[in-house]
């Protein structure tokens, strides 16, 4: 009896330990049954719409929502890691649109078929669909799309001497203007995936592009960088000479899209680009008293800016697809969940909660999305025009080189930073150099 | 139950037994057997956790191979290795690591002496004391990281509102963001060193320290002559598992500056290749070079200044 004591309890402990470790890793996750699907979702008000989505129905489908990190390079990481080591129990899953195509590339994503790819682009407006696409198959449903507008605190207007309402303004205006006022212009100048956002911007609003055209279909040592040219030399002008202005925010190198939006938001706030969820956060705000009740009566918006007073300017093109893994075994089922979870009223439902634009052009008509985001026209123009980060299978490289070469913005310069960013670029795809 | 523990630290009346014993006696002979049957499991587990992710490193090493591209992977032999040891980037990082190394263990080697002498002498409320400052130390370092980058932010931060300095972005400079850094590093663990300090002062015997007084000996000279030389292998000891665990930093520049303003460290130029860019061959050679810098680090301590181990353990002669 004593003797076998130790054994049964070492028997007992490792069984504890197993069973520790699974609810801690979640083994065997994603068995909840034939019917329930694994969801990564990279807003918590995706799952909301989900939970809706399961009751409609009837009991076809349930989800096991996984939370992706809540910034872009670990959502993308988390995605890729599992995907690459053909994670079986990933059935749905939200993809940032500019890590698509270094996912699809990789047959880690089921492309649409001809059928769903008519069903899932229908009504969906040009930049989303753009981005949702690659090598002419569709390999996400558009959840939502996203682009940047110019905000600006309309109390600064008459001394900054600019308008953004009464047409375009250029970044140089809007420099100059609030340097003259004594306010801020917020841009994201952190060396995140926010950073790359801004400089696809100006390099986009100045008639270049980072890539040169059809380098996605080229292996990554061939691939031509386009950024030492004079819309790089732009991109690199504009971010110095706002850096070192008085109308860069206190720490503008490190300042993302929350930090501009505090900077907005403070007493010296004058203008900002930045996402239209800024709007929503705002209510938020309110609620919360840290900002008074008629603060939105000061803000405005217009376009993003230009770069060129004469030439349009490309806005930022974000948004979230949802994609069905490769390796998924109820891929059938997840396509079957998507018509609802992607749905106009999906759409309609996440925009009003998360204050992310939909994808569907009809979303913007219904009259409760005109009630809440008054700006609705803007953004649906700006969906439009948006252009695309580059569309590469090396994505993650590209984004890096450029997050290296033009950070922090205070040290570039029109004359050596494009032609350094172009070679860091071009060395670190053909794997001669580190980031 | 009854039976001797053959690594027991020698006593005086153990003395004696070395002579008695036969070269290799049945028991002894049984209890060796013993000793590698408990600890046979134990040791086939770690090889098989540690062992086989080094060589697998190793060997992918020798590849240019990208997780996302497994068609085209192709072996390159030591090109990677030539990648990174002529770009200038794994220079400065390393120096960057090789600045935070020096700087965070000296100051957690004095903090750390200070706060082990305070543990030592306290009078009153010992275990609350020791509790106290060892709370740093168990705090995860990701949440310390945060804790501090939160300190130091120049919109919500307590750091420059307690020096009046205004919005000062302590994140914005190289140096100011390296600063932040070890400071996150030195009150994290700091509280180790002084656990590994306490236990060598622990082993200084009262008479030494006494006769040193009785000898008219002042506080200083207690320090200088008695206690230090005394505590040279705690000390070497201390110095070398935080060194090597310092040159390995990541958490706290990954959580406060994200690499930005030239704070990268070695460790982050791995994750960048290997988790950011999938680069599992450059990734794993940089992991290689990495390892290999701590190994070199442990031996100059072993072999140059002398550090033995196992005093650690109070195996004194």
């Given at each position: 009896?004593?003797?076998?004591r130790?054994?049964?309890?070492v028997?007992?402990?490792?069984l504890?330990?197993?069973?520790a470790a699974?609810?801690?890793?979640g083994?065997g996750?994603g068995?909840?049954?034939?019917?329930?699907?694994?969801y990564?979702?990279a807003?918590?008000?995706?799952a909301?719409?989900a939970?809706r989505?399961?009751?409609?129905?009837g009991g076809?489908y349930?989800?096991?929502?996984?939370?992706l990190?809540n910034?872009?390079a670990?959502?993308?990481?988390q995605?890729?890691?599992?995907?690459?080591?053909?994670?079986?129990?990933?059935?749905?899953?939200?993809?940032?649109?500019?890590?698509m195509?270094?996912?699809?590339?990789?047959g880690f994503?089921?492309?649409?078929t001809?059928?769903?790819r008519q069903?899932?682009?229908?009504?969906?407006?040009?930049?989303?669909?753009?981005?949702s696409t690659?090598r002419d198959?569709l390999?996400?449903a558009?959840?939502?799309g996203?682009?940047?507008?110019?905000w600006?605190?309309k109390s600064?207007?008459?001394k900054?001497?600019?308008?953004?309402s009464?047409?375009?303004?250029?970044?140089?205006?809007l420099i100059?203007?609030a340097s003259?006022?004594g306010?801020t212009?917020?841009?994201q100048?952190r060396?995140?995936?926010?950073l790359m956002?801004?400089?696809?911007?100006?390099?986009a609003?100045?008639?270049?592009s980072?890539?040169?055209?059809?380098s996605?279909n080229?292996p990554?040592?061939?691939?031509?960088?386009?950024?030492?040219?004079?819309?790089?030399?732009?991109?690199?002008?504009?971010?110095?000479?706002?850096?070192?202005?008085?109308?860069?925010?206190?720490?503008?190198s490190?300042?993302?899209e929350?930090?501009?939006r505090?900077?907005?938001?403070a007493?010296?706030?004058?203008f900002m680009?930045?996402?239209?969820?800024?709007?929503?956060?705002m209510?938020?705000?309110?609620?919360e008293?840290?900002?008074?009740?008629n603060?939105?009566?000061?803000?405005?918006?217009?376009a993003?800016?230009r770069?060129?007073?004469g030439t349009?300017?490309?806005s930022?093109?974000?948004?979230?697809?949802?994609?069905?893994?490769?390796?998924?075994r109820?891929q059938?089922l997840?396509?079957?969940?998507?018509?609802?979870?992607?749905?106009?009223r999906?759409?309609k439902e996440?925009?009003?909660s998360?204050?992310?634009?939909a994808?569907?052009g009809?979303?913007?008509?219904?009259?409760?999305?005109?009630?809440?985001?008054p700006?609705?026209d803007?953004?649906?123009?700006?969906?439009?025009?948006?252009?695309?980060?580059?569309?590469?299978?090396?994505?993650?490289?590209v984004?890096?080189a450029?997050?290296?070469?033009?950070?922090?913005p205070d040290s570039?310069?029109p004359e050596t930073?494009p032609?350094a960013?172009?070679?860091l670029l071009?060395a670190?795809?053909?794997?001669e150099?580190?980031i | 139950?009854?039976?001797?523990?053959p690594?027991a630290?020698?006593?005086?009346?153990?003395r004696?037994?070395p002579?008695?014993?036969?070269?290799?006696?049945?028991?002894?002979?049984k209890e060796r057997n013993?000793?590698?049957?408990?600890?046979?499991?134990?040791f086939?587990?770690?090889?098989?956790v540690?062992?086989?992710?080094?060589l697998?490193?190793?060997?992918?090493?020798?590849?240019?191979y990208?997780?996302?591209d497994?068609?085209?992977?192709d072996?390159?032999?030591?090109?990677?290795?030539?990648?990174?040891?002529t770009?200038?980037?794994?220079?400065?990082?390393?120096?960057?690591?090789?600045?935070?190394t020096?700087?965070?263990?000296?100051?957690e080697?004095?903090?750390?002496?200070a706060?082990?002498?305070?543990?030592?002498?306290a009078l009153?409320?010992?275990t609350?004391?020791?509790?106290?400052?060892?709370?740093?130390?168990?705090?995860?370092?990701?949440?310390?990281?945060?804790?501090?980058?939160y300190?130091?932010s120049?919109t919500?931060?307590f750091?420059?509102?307690?020096?009046?300095?205004?919005?000062?972005?302590?994140?914005g400079g190289?140096?100011?963001?390296l600063f932040?850094?070890?400071?996150?590093?030195?009150?994290k663990?700091?509280?180790?060193?002084?656990?590994l300090?306490?236990a060598?002062?622990?082993?200084i015997?009262?008479?030494y320290?006494?006769?040193?007084?009785?000898?008219g000996?002042?506080?200083w000279q207690r320090?200088?002559?008695v206690i230090?030389p005394?505590?040279?292998a705690?000390?070497?000891?201390?110095?070398?598992?935080r060194t090597?665990?310092?040159f390995?930093?990541?958490?706290?520049?990954?959580i406060?500056?994200?690499?930005?303003?030239?704070t990268e460290?070695?460790s982050?130029?791995?994750?960048?290749?290997?988790?950011?860019?999938?680069?599992?061959?450059?990734?794993?050679?940089?992991s290689?070079?990495?390892?290999?810098?701590v190994?070199?680090?442990a031996?100059?301590?072993?072999?140059?200044f002398k550090?033995d181990?196992s005093q650690?353990?109070?195996d004194r002669?």
């Amino acid at each position: 009896m004593v003797r076998h004591r130790p054994h049964r309890r070492v028997a007992g402990s490792a069984l504890v330990l197993f069973a520790a470790a699974c609810a801690l890793s979640g083994c065997g996750g994603g068995e909840g049954g034939a019917t329930s699907l694994t969801y990564y979702i990279a807003d918590a008000a995706q799952a909301d719409v989900a939970a809706r989505c399961a009751t409609e129905s009837g009991g076809a489908y349930t989800f096991d929502i996984q939370r992706l990190p809540n910034n872009a390079a670990g959502g993308r990481e988390q995605l890729l890691r599992r995907l690459a080591a053909e994670d079986r129990s990933m059935d749905i899953v939200s993809v940032d649109p500019p890590f698509m195509a270094e996912f699809a590339n990789a047959g880690f994503l089921r492309a649409f078929t001809d059928q769903e790819r008519q069903e899932f682009s229908d009504g969906v407006l040009e930049g989303p669909l753009k981005q949702s696409t690659f090598r002419d198959t569709l390999y996400s449903a558009p959840l939502y799309g996203n682009t940047q507008l110019l905000w600006y605190r309309k109390s600064v207007l008459q001394k900054a001497g600019v308008d953004p309402s009464a047409g375009p303004v250029t970044w140089d205006q809007l420099i100059e203007g609030a340097s003259r006022a004594g306010v801020t212009v917020a841009a994201q100048g952190r060396r995140n995936e926010s950073l790359m956002v801004w400089v696809n911007a100006l390099v986009a609003s100045a008639g270049g592009s980072i890539l040169q055209p059809g380098s996605e279909n080229v292996p990554a040592d061939q691939v031509e960088a386009g950024l030492d040219s004079p819309a790089g030399a732009a991109a690199a002008r504009i971010m110095h000479e706002l850096a070192v202005s008085p109308a860069a925010p206190a720490g503008f190198s490190t300042a993302g899209e929350e930090d501009s939006r505090a900077a907005f938001q403070a007493a010296t706030g004058g203008f900002m680009v930045n996402w239209p969820y800024v709007w929503a956060a705002m209510d938020a705000g309110i609620e919360e008293g840290s900002l008074p009740a008629n603060f939105k009566d000061d803000v405005g918006w217009a376009a993003y800016p230009r770069v060129d007073a004469g030439t349009e300017s490309a806005s930022p093109s974000g948004g979230l697809g949802l994609s069905i893994s490769a390796f998924s075994r109820k891929q059938d089922l997840a396509v079957e969940a998507i018509r609802c979870l992607a749905d106009e009223r999906s759409q309609k439902e996440f925009m009003i909660s998360a204050g992310n634009p939909a994808a569907l052009g009809s979303v913007f008509d219904d009259p409760d999305i005109r009630a809440k985001f008054p700006m609705a026209d803007q953004i649906r123009t700006g969906l439009d025009a948006a252009t695309p980060r580059p569309v590469s299978p090396y994505y993650g490289d590209v984004t890096g080189a450029i997050q290296t070469a033009f950070h922090p913005p205070d040290s570039l310069s029109p004359e050596t930073t494009p032609r350094a960013a172009n070679d860091l670029l071009e060395a670190v795809l053909s794997n001669e150099r580190l980031i | 139950m009854s039976t001797t523990i053959p690594a027991a630290p020698p006593s005086t009346p153990a003395r004696t037994r070395p002579h008695r014993r036969a070269p290799v006696t049945d028991r002894a002979r049984k209890e060796r057997n013993l000793g590698w049957l408990l600890a046979g499991p134990a040791f086939i587990a770690m090889v098989a956790v540690t062992g086989y992710p080094i060589l697998n490193a190793v060997w992918l090493s020798l590849f240019d191979y990208r997780l996302t591209d497994p068609a085209g992977r192709d072996f390159v032999a030591l090109g990677n290795y030539v990648t990174i040891l002529t770009d200038g980037l794994f220079w400065k990082q390393f120096g960057v690591t090789s600045l935070i190394t020096v700087v965070t263990v000296s100051a957690e080697l004095v903090l750390g002496f200070a706060l082990a002498m305070v543990m030592h002498r306290a009078l009153y409320l010992r275990t609350a004391l020791r509790t106290a400052i060892l709370v740093p130390y168990g705090i995860i370092t990701v949440v310390s990281a945060y804790a501090w980058a939160y300190g130091f932010s120049n919109t919500y931060g307590f750091v420059n509102g307690l020096f009046g300095l205004g919005d000062y972005d302590w994140f914005g400079g190289t140096w100011s963001a390296l600063f932040t850094v070890c400071v996150a590093e030195i009150w994290k663990t700091t509280p180790f060193m002084s656990l590994l300090l306490l236990a060598g002062l622990a082993q200084i015997p009262d008479d030494y320290l006494e006769a040193a007084k009785v000898d008219g000996a002042t506080a200083w000279q207690r320090v200088k002559r008695v206690i230090l030389p005394n505590m040279k292998a705690a000390i070497m000891v201390a110095l070398l598992f935080r060194t090597l665990d310092a040159f390995r930093i990541f958490d706290s520049v990954f959580i406060m500056t994200a690499g930005a303003q030239g704070t990268e460290t070695l460790s982050f130029l791995a994750y960048r290749q290997t988790i950011s860019r999938v680069m599992v061959g450059l990734g794993s050679a940089v992991s290689v070079i990495l390892a290999v810098l701590v190994v070199l680090i442990a031996v100059m301590f072993v072999k140059v200044f002398k550090t033995d181990l196992s005093q650690q353990r109070g195996d004194r002669k």
